[in-house]
């Protein structure tokens, strides 16, 4: 079965330095979608993205966060100042035209010290 | 807006007890639904969908559902509980355009041996 890859598993980052999520979606998924989740908390949803631009976004996905598809394949979240409140579990999901195929990659944890 | 509530936050079950996990939505449109399970320090896995045919829909580990559309309702339910499904359980909806993938907050189940 086809995997959404997330990289890297695990990034610890000092407060106020930029980071950048990778996510590898299913190659002919259309609808790709970022979420976090601090820790034994809820779901939150940050971003939609289709056709190579942002959707839908949160009242979380302010100025500081960006998201990019730069090669028809990567599916990229940056954070450009990170703050402690940032740390969190960052998941990537991928869908497919059907609008039931969703995946989810393994997640990123971050950790803002 | 959409939205997807979850109303019941924490519930705690005996073994063998019967469950069922409330889960409603507000969306005017056509919608799929999702309940993904988290085990501890785990990433989301999903338990069931639906999209279109039989309101009744079965899962894996046991996990059924039901879509009762005038009350824009998807419960979550399980005739006799284990242990081992101690977890956070996560209702989502995905609109028609997919724009929009929402989850609930999520439902704590403790289940006692």
């Known amino acids: 079965e086809p995997e959404v890859t997330q990289t890297p598993s695990h990034q610890v980052t000092q407060m106020g330095q930029e980071v950048i999520l990778r996510c590898v979606p299913i190659s002919n998924h259309l609808y790709f979608y970022w979420y976090r989740q601090i820790l034994g908390q809820k779901v939150e949803f940050l971003v939609s993205f289709y056709n190579n ?8 996905f302010d100025d500081q966060f960006s998201v990019e598809r730069p090669d028809g394949s990567n599916f990229t979240l940056k954070i450009r100042s990170t703050k402690l409140e940032d740390s ?13 195929d969703v995946h989810f990659g393994n997640g990123t944890r971050l950790t803002v010290t | ?13 005996s073994e063998a007890a019967s469950l069922e996990l409330g889960c409603n939505y507000s969306y005017g449109g056509t919608v799929n639904l999702f309940w993904y399970v988290q085990y501890p320090g785990q990433h989301l896995q999903l ?7 039989d309101p009744l829909v079965k899962g894996i580990k046991g996990f059924e559902a039901e ?21 956070e359980y996560f209702c989502a909806v995905i609109s028609n355009t997919g724009n929009q ?7 704590s189940l403790t289940v006692i041996p």
Request: glycine share 8%; net charge positive.
């Open chain 1, 53 to 60: 631009e942002i959707s839908e976004k949160s009242e979380i």
């Open chain 1, 88 to 100: 969190a579990m960052y998941f990537c999901a991928s869908l497919g035209g059907s609008l039931v």
């Open chain 2, 1 to 13: 807006a959409q939205s997807v509530s979850q109303h019941n936050h924490h519930v705690i079950l």
């Open chain 2, 47 to 53: 338990l069931l969908k639906y999209f279109s045919g």
């Open chain 2, 67 to 87: 879509f009762i559309k005038s009350k824009f309702s998807f419960n979550l339910r399980k005739p006799s509980v284990q242990w081992s499904d101690t977890a």
């Open chain 2, 101 to 107: 993938f929402y989850f609930g907050t999520g439902t």
